[in-house]
């Protein structure tokens, strides 16, 4: 088993590496996913003792910090360090490129509205009772969402590409709190010396996973 763990684990790096070099330049997205980071850890934990409570913190927090950095800090034109254009990463993006996540953000947004106008989502649930009920429900509704969108394009990666890049993608998605964290914890002290853009001079110098 030596062997498949191996690529397992080169592939899981190359697929880390990427996500880095091509979605992380600006400062602010780097930080935003640093508060990611941490607040997704919280609700790991939070997870095994309230887990509504742990997936209005990921989708409330963690989510919204993580997804604001890509949607409006992000730059979106010519990756002069990459040699690559916007539309290009977009197309070659393991997880979910930015079309992707506007629908599963509408969905996102659509669920607390549901669960308010129909709390028995037309007879499917048990009716909330009270806004802490309802909030009960929204957490729940979001928990469902988390792990059916990684189920989703989980699958959805082992009929495009390969069963292994599927499970490298979800462990890198699972993971990806710790690793962020440990990753983009200077990109704070960056932003008070005035950088926005990371000068990326470990991409531009090339890699061993490039």
Excluded at 7 to 21: G, N, V
Excluded at 28 to 40: D, E, P, R, Y
Excluded at 185 to 203: K, S, T, V, Y
Aim: neutral net charge; glycine residues 8%; charged residues 15%.
């Amino acid at each position: 088993m030596e062997l498949p763990l191996k690529d397992f684990l080169q592939a899981l790096a190359i697929q880390r590496w990427d996500d880095h070099r091509y979605y992380h330049h600006s400062r602010i997205n780097q930080a935003l996913h640093f508060i990611s980071a941490l607040s997704f850890i919280v609700a790991y934990v939070l997870l095994f003792v309230d887990p509504a409570s742990a997936a209005l913190l990921a989708w409330g927090v963690s989510m919204s910090t993580r997804q604001a950095g890509h949607f409006f800090f992000e730059p979106k034109g010519y990756d002069h360090v990459n040699q690559a254009t916007h539309e290009h990463k977009e197309d070659i993006k393991v997880g979910y490129n930015l079309r992707r996540k506007v629908v599963l953000m509408m969905v996102w947004v659509a669920m607390p509205v549901v669960l308010w106008l129909s709390p028995s989502v037309g007879g499917l649930i048990a009716p909330a009772v009270g806004f802490d009920g309802w909030l009960h429900d929204v957490g729940m509704a979001w928990l469902a969402l988390g792990v059916g969108g990684l189920l989703f394009r989980t699958v959805h990666l082992f009929f495009l590409v390969d069963v292994q890049t599927g499970l490298v993608w979800v462990t890198k998605i699972l993971t990806d709190p710790f690793h962020d964290a440990m990753l983009y914890w200077r990109a704070p002290l960056a932003l008070l010396r005035g950088e926005l853009i990371d000068p990326m001079l470990h991409a531009q110098q090339g890699s061993h996973h490039s």
